[in-house]
């Protein structure tokens, strides 16, 4: 993919909302809740120590159900691999970092110090034919309301292009590994 000249820091998230490492994971929940956000910055200072999500939170409390989330550390429930991003990189490389990792969410670091959050939503904001690329690759799908709804599965929109099937100039479906029109998707 070809770099497009926008830097990460350029359109990072710069208030994030942040935690210490020793908060319980019931008041992270809170945090989210209050602040309509989906992840949580964990720092010591100013240094990166990990990051924590709703899935997070909903595995502790799956997994951990025993125990009261009131005493359960975000730092205990935290991914253990921390994976960050500098502010001087472009776009085209956090969409590669997050491709390949699986991670939506991306701190922002500079030796360690965070200074920002870097998420999907971030780069499709600013740059929204970037979505289409990391649609195309599987990994930050959005499921369609037909799938959802267990109808048949046709995928995402690709792009508008030619349909391999009837020719036509229209907005096409990837199916099996062919790109279609909507009408040729629905004969097959």
């Known amino acids: 993919m070809k770099k497009i000249g926008i830097k990460v820091g350029d359109v990072m998230t710069r208030d994030f909302i942040s935690i210490r490492p020793d908060i319980s994971v019931l008041d992270c929940a809170k945090k989210m809740a209050k602040y309509h956000t989906g992840s ?8 990166l120590r990990g990051i924590i999500t709703r899935r997070d939170i909903i595995w502790a409390l799956i997994k951990k159900s025993r125990k009261d ?42 030796k360690n110090r965070v200074v920002g959050l870097l998420t999907m939503k ?11 690329i990391a649609v195309a690759h599987d990994t930050m799908a959005i499921r369609e309301e037909d799938e959802k709804m267990g109808r048949k599965e046709i995928g995402r929109p690709f792009r508008i292009g030619i349909c391999e099937e009837c020719g036509n100039e229209d907005m096409l479906y990837k199916v099996e590994g062919v790109l279609l029109c909507e009408s040729c998707s629905d004969k097959m």
Do not use: H, Q, Y
Not at 86 to 106: E, G, N, S, V
Not at 122 to 129: A, L, N, T
């Open 40 to 47: 949580l910055v964990i720092k010591d200072g100013d240094n």
């Open 69 to 110: 989330l009131s005493k359960i550390k975000a730092i205990e429930i935290s991914p253990k691999k921390i994976v960050a991003i500098r502010p001087d990189l472009d776009l085209i490389d956090a969409l590669k970092k997050m491709r390949k990792t699986k991670f939506k969410r991306l701190p922002v670091v500079v």
């Open 122 to 132: 971030d780069i499709v904001r600013i740059e929204p034919d970037l979505f289409d």
